[in-house]
């Protein structure tokens, strides 16, 4: 199975920060691979695929990078509602696998 | 709109079983494959199973094959999880969802908890 871990695993910010968040598979997985909001108690909400293209209705200020083993989420201006737990998932073989998350809270 | 609503949770024995289902509309459901899921606070999310959008092709991870059943009845534009031998970690939120390209997923239910205890 494809490992995917993330880091950091937590970090603080504050509106208007820019974040990065990275994402590594245990073997390539060439651009397959995307990204997923989850707020608490609600279901995770599909961002990105194809490691780069932005889903409908995803605001501008997501952006992702990378193929193979390195992936970047990046969020460029951060907002009240962009506070929430982001997962990377790989979609290039099964079983398809997540990472373990990375938790965006307030500073 | 889309809406996916998963029911069917609940508490359950070890080693006994359960069925999920997923209620679908808002999209023409017998054109997509579908998939279940689901969370845990030590393993986090993992793929269930998905089903062809006919029926015809179901696929498991190694860990669920032979106890885990996914089936669907696109009359009823529904979709099924049957499990059961149902152990103590498989106490999870289960969500269904729909697949958006292959391997990956663009709707999701709200999820249902299922909780296996004695």
């Known amino acids: 199975d494809i490992q995917m871990t993330q880091s950091p695993s937590s970090l603080s910010a504050s509106v208007g920060d820019g974040v990065t968040i990275t994402c590594r598979a245990s073997?390539?997985?060439?651009?397959?691979l995307n990204w997923y909001q989850q707020k608490p108690g609600k279901a995770p909400k599909f961002l990105i695929y194809?490691?780069?293209s932005l889903q409908g209705g995803v605001p501008s200020r997501f952006s992702a990078s990378g193929s193979g083993t390195d992936f970047t989420l990046t969020i460029s201006s951060l907002q009240p509602e962009d506070f929430a737990t982001y997962y990377c998932?790989?979609?290039?073989?099964?079983?398809?696998?997540f990472g373990q998350g990375t938790t965006v809270d307030v500073k | 709109e889309v809406q996916l609503l998963e029911s069917g949770g609940g508490l359950v024995q070890p080693g006994g079983s359960l069925r999920l289902s997923c209620a679908v509309s808002?999209?023409?459901?017998?054109?997509?494959?579908m998939t279940w899921l689901r969370q845990t606070p030590g393993k986090g999310l993992e793929w269930l199973s998905t089903?062809?959008?006919?029926?015809?092709?179901?696929?498991?991870p190694d860990s669920v094959k032979g106890r885990f059943a996914i089936s669907r009845d696109n009359s009823k534009s529904t979709l099924y999880l049957q499990m059961s031998s149902l152990r103590a970690e498989d106490t999870a939120v289960y969500y269904c969802?729909?697949?958006f390209g292959s391997g990956n997923w663009d709707y999701w239910g709200q999820g249902a908890l299922v909780t296996v205890s004695s």
């Open positions: 969802a729909k697949v």
């Open positions: 808002g999209l023409t459901f017998s054109s997509y494959d």
């Open positions: 089903i062809s959008a006919s029926g015809a092709n179901t696929w498991y």
């Open positions: 194809a490691a780069s």
């Open positions: 073997q390539s997985v060439a651009r397959y």
């Open positions: 998932q790989q979609s290039y073989d099964a079983p398809w696998t």
